[in-house]
């Protein structure tokens, strides 16, 4: 049984900031990449930021010197902090773990992310 909880988000003003946690628990070994995707309503999910276990990382490029994507191997944990956040952020963020050993991708249920003044 694999568990995978995110948490940290809500509802922030235009310029505010966000940190979202996500927690991998349970039968997973061998993680590999960490990451966040979001979808707004009525769009695909898309890529916000990930990160390997050697700490190298991706972003959008929406999200490019306002987010910061970390994670502690210790405790299978993915942080993301977001700054200066625009309407447009405004999404369900979901985590997203890929386990080498298990051969796949493992998502949270989303945690929802309002920008609105």
């Known amino acids: 049984q694999v568990q995978i909880v995110e948490s940290g988000g809500g509802l922030v003003q235009p310029g505010g900031s966000l940190r979202l946690s996500c927690v991998a628990s349970?039968?997973?070994?061998?993680?590999?990449?960490m990451g966040w995707y979001r979808q707004a309503p009525g769009d695909q999910r898309d890529l916000v930021a990930t990160?390997?276990?050697?700490?190298?990382?991706n972003y959008a490029d929406s999200v490019k010197g306002r987010f910061t994507i970390s994670r502690d191997n210790a405790k299978n944990t993915v942080y993301l902090q977001m700054n200066s956040l625009r309407p447009e952020d405004t999404a369900v963020y979901y985590c997203r773990v890929y386990s080498w050993r298990r051969g796949r991708d493992f998502w949270g249920q989303g945690t929802q992310v309002t920008v609105s003044s």
């Open positions: 990160i390997t276990s050697d700490s190298s990382t």
């Open positions: 349970g039968d997973i070994v061998g993680i590999h990449l």
